[in-house]
């Protein structure tokens, strides 16, 4: 469960109230609505000028919180000269995941033909596909992503789409950003729309989706 009551961040977000008991929760608004603020957050990077916010009943940047959830920012810079299984294998260390835990991310981002690679030589695409493989090994019971369709293509879009299926099934929770609904209607079952740091609109998104 994740509830928001009431969340200020000075000149970014004002009195934004959200709570999401099951499912996947889309962040809907124009650049500058406050998306990233908002998981940024949530996930226990910035600390908000009033109101609270629960993560499974903990503080976003208490270690228990921390445990739940997996954050996958627009931008996350790897050591350049890292490759692939690497990074890959330092993420399960870190997270206490399996071996089975780390080839089914691999499997489900499609990274299986680029392991040997060093993140100098990833397109923006397979950074992003590495990123979510790395964050979300293991099922953390809290996806936040930001934007995390804004760099994938069609088939990388299809397999973050029955991963989240496959995460939903299982009791999972998911918020995640975007600008238009249509880049996310195969990722989330509800949406709040921000502008200007405030929620003005919220509802269903038109979502159909069986786990794999
Ligand atoms: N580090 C910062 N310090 C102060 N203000 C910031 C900072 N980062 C962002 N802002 C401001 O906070 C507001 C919300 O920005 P935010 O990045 O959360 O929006 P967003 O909805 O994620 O936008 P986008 O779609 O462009 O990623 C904007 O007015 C932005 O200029």
Known sequence: MVEVVNLHKKGRLSGVNLRLASGSLALLGPNGAGKST???LLAGRLRADGGVM?????HPQSLEAARTRAYIPQHLGFPPT???????????RLKGASPQDKAEATRRMG???HLKRPVAQLSGGWRQR??????LMGYPPLWLLDEPASALDTEG??????????????????????????????LAERY?????????????????????
Do not use: K, T
């Not at 973050?160 to 238009?180: E, K, Y």
């Not at 709040?192 to 069986?210: H, I, T």
């Open 130 to 135: 590495l990123a979510l493989a790395a964050g």
């Open 54 to 58: 629960w993560l499974f009943g903990h």
């Open 82 to 92: 890292l490759r692939v299984e690497e990074i890959l294998e330092a993420a399960r």
């Open 38 to 40: 908002l998981l940024g």
């Open 111 to 113: 990274l299986e033909a």
């Open 192 to 212: 709040v729309r921000l502008e200007d740091g405030q929620v003005v609109e919220q509802g269903s998104v038109n979502y159909a989706q069986e786990p794999s």
């Open 157 to 186: 879009l299809e397999r973050l789409q029955d991963w989240m299926a496959a995460h939903l099934a299982m009791g999972g929770l998911a918020i995640l950003s975007a600008h238009r609904q249509e880049e996310i209607s195969c």
